[in-house]
């Protein structure tokens, strides 16, 4: 696999967790934005997958969804775990 669709593959990865946590906690992006200290077209470019948030911007995420920064990071790594599975399943 190479570097770019790895990266592309990862920041959708996010922005699919980022959506799924904020839906599961009946949070619009506009109301997740403005706790976070983003903008709503920022959020929906994460919620999309088309930018990497920077470490700030997880803290900030993490507050947008009342959550631990870590919550973020532990469902990120299952929803990549159970994506690789299906991969390697599929081939």
Do not use: C, H
Request: hydrophobic share 40%; glycine share 6%; proline share 2%.
């Amino acid at each position: 696999m190479n570097k770019t669709l790895a990266r592309k593959e990862l920041n959708q990865a996010v922005g699919q967790v980022v959506r799924t946590l904020r839906k599961e906690r009946g949070i619009s992006q506009a109301q997740a934005a403005r706790i976070a200290g983003f903008t709503r077209p920022l959020w929906v470019q994460i919620e999309l997958g088309m930018v990497w948030p920077s470490t700030n911007s997880f803290f900030g995420i993490a507050r947008g969804l009342d959550i631990a920064v870590s919550e973020i990071f532990y469902v990120l790594a299952n929803t990549l775990n159970q994506n690789e599975y299906r991969n390697n399943k599929e081939n």
